[in-house]
């Protein structure tokens, strides 16, 4: 059986919350969805035969149905027979990536380390953590000059239809330098994402909409967003959001020593953050 599959996780526990949007590739694995739901109080099983994966992981409570994609929605979740673990943070070996100065915040240009987002605008946690979380990160580490912050686009094109042209809309808002406004704008509207919406927001944020709607039907701008779909799948990206940390090498690409999955809270991202940063070579 062959299913697109997006799971939208948020783990029940009184002192951890993982959240994430995951990105199960075909061929539909029904143990692979039974491991991510096992711990799970709300999923959404995207598919042709959404009913049936509910039905055979003994699931509860089948709710609505919503959505383009025949998406089931569950409200209760009876845990399958399986083990489903909690990584806050992970250590990473082998991992290099390209810095992309124009798509990096930095404090004070002198930062030895490097926090790599990769994010979907239709992702809802990553909603959550832009919000409620790296605001934090911002003013803690990157304002002060610990740490650069960079992003990457991973949109999940199978289950959020609009993300690759949200991923568009913010790379040619920053070359009109308002990609931090357009980033946070999107994830302001995340429940209204479009094209129309693309382009009220630029003439918001006063940019030349001629260029701009240019720039969103370039085959450069396209080449940019797969790129960093590529480099997301061979750093092992497949959930949303994810965030890699690592140093600079001589040559500025960043070594990622410390990876962490889901919309964590902000305690798990400073623990990883100092850790690397008390590293010797810094």
């Not at 539909?28 to 959404?44: D, K, Q």
């Not at 027979?81 to 250590?91: A, I």
Request: overall charge neutral; hydrophobic content about 40%.
């Amino acid at each position: 059986m062959l299913l697109g599959v997006m799971v939208y996780r948020r783990l029940v526990s009184a002192d951890i919350t993982n959240a994430q949007c995951v990105h199960l590739t075909m061929p539909f694995n029904l143990h692979a969805v039974a491991r991510v739901v096992a711990v799970c109080s709300t999923a959404v099983v995207v598919g042709v035969d959404a009913f049936d994966v509910a039905t055979r992981l003994s699931i509860r409570s089948p709710g609505r149905v919503t959505g383009r994609s025949s998406a089931t929605h569950y409200d209760s979740l009876k845990p399958a027979d399986v083990t489903s673990r909690n990584h806050e943070s992970e250590s990473v070996d082998g991992i290099v990536i390209a810095s992309r100065p124009d798509r990096t915040r930095s404090g004070t240009g002198l930062a030895t380390v490097a926090m790599i987002e990769f994010s979907d605008y239709q992702c809802p946690y990553c909603g959550d953590y832009a919000r409620e979380t790296y605001p934090r990160i911002l003013t803690q580490f990157v304002v002060s000059g610990l740490v650069d912050y960079v992003w990457r686009y991973f949109p999940l094109e199978a289950v959020h239809p609009f993300a690759t042209a949200a991923s568009k809309a913010v790379e040619c808002a920053s070359r009109q330098e308002r990609r931090d406004q357009m980033h946070a704008l999107l994830f302001s509207y995340q429940n209204s994402l479009d094209t129309p919406l693309f382009e009220f927001l630029a003439n918001h944020l006063h940019l030349d909409v001629g260029e701009f709607r240019s720039c969103l039907a370039s085959a450069e701008t396209e080449s940019i967003i797969r790129e960093d779909i590529r480099e997301a799948h061979a750093a092992g990206v497949n959930v949303t959001p994810t965030f890699l940390i690592g140093v600079y090498r001589t040559d500025r690409s960043i070594l990622v020593l410390r990876r962490i999955r889901g919309a964590q809270r902000f305690e798990v991202f400073e623990t990883a953050l100092r850790e690397v940063l008390s590293l010797p070579t810094h």
